[in-house]
């Protein structure tokens, strides 16, 4: 499968570059994607969320009525879960929420997403370019120019860039990620993945056979 190298300016370069066909045109496996998008997103959740019970409510531990007489249940304590104020019961409590994901469950989900991009014509290449300093205007002039307008794309770089980084930080709809931090759920949400040409050749190394 061959793809055309497009200038930052939007032009066709008149090359091509060749997608791995173990990378970018298996079959696709959508449990694999499931696991891996599901344990990026519990990976992320910070788990502090946290309610107090009865035993951590304050309040006094006085009866509030007498026992019996008086037609209604007994009360034994003001911080029983039935009275406003009172504890709650099976309340959430801090926890982690990650899991053990398998790295080849991982690998195949991260190639089954890139296939559907691929299948759908939504991967892109973009020729090597340097930024000298960040310029916010330049990252999106070369969005625009790529025909993202305003729906999502991820770029893909080789090895980090600063400048790069900083001047997509404050524009909505761009990601600046590298190939070591590629994953299914970036994937799967941007409509565009625009590689640079020089992470072809990298991600073929580390997803390919």
Aim: aromatic residues 6%; hydrophobic residues 30%.
């Amino acid at each position: 499968m061959k793809a055309a190298v497009y200038k930052t300016t939007g032009e066709e370069t008149g090359r091509t570059v060749e997608l791995q066909e173990d990378v970018f045109s298996i079959t696709p496996n959508d449990h694999a994607i499931y696991l891996d998008v599901k344990q990026y997103l519990a990976n992320r959740r910070q788990g502090t969320h946290k309610s107090k019970e009865r035993n951590e409510v304050s309040g006094s531990t006085k009866k509030l009525k007498r026992q019996k007489g008086t037609g209604g249940a007994r009360a034994g304590s003001i911080k029983s879960p039935v009275f406003r104020g009172g504890g709650r019961v099976f309340g959430p409590s801090p926890r982690d929420y990650s899991f053990k994901l398998n790295k080849k469950v991982k690998q195949l989900a991260r190639k089954s997403a890139l296939t559907y991009k691929a299948q759908d014509s939504k991967i892109l290449v973009v020729e090597d370019f340097e930024m000298d300093e960040p310029k916010t205007r330049k990252i999106a002039e070369i969005k625009e120019n790529l025909r993202s307008g305003d729906k999502k794309m991820l770029l893909v770089l080789t090895e980090p860039n600063k400048n790069v980084y900083l001047s997509s930080r404050n524009l909505q709809g761009i990601k600046v990620i590298t190939i070591s931090e590629l994953n299914t759920y970036d994937i799967l949400n941007a409509s565009t993945v625009a590689f640079v040409e020089s992470s072809i050749e990298a991600i073929s190394a580390n997803f390919g056979q």
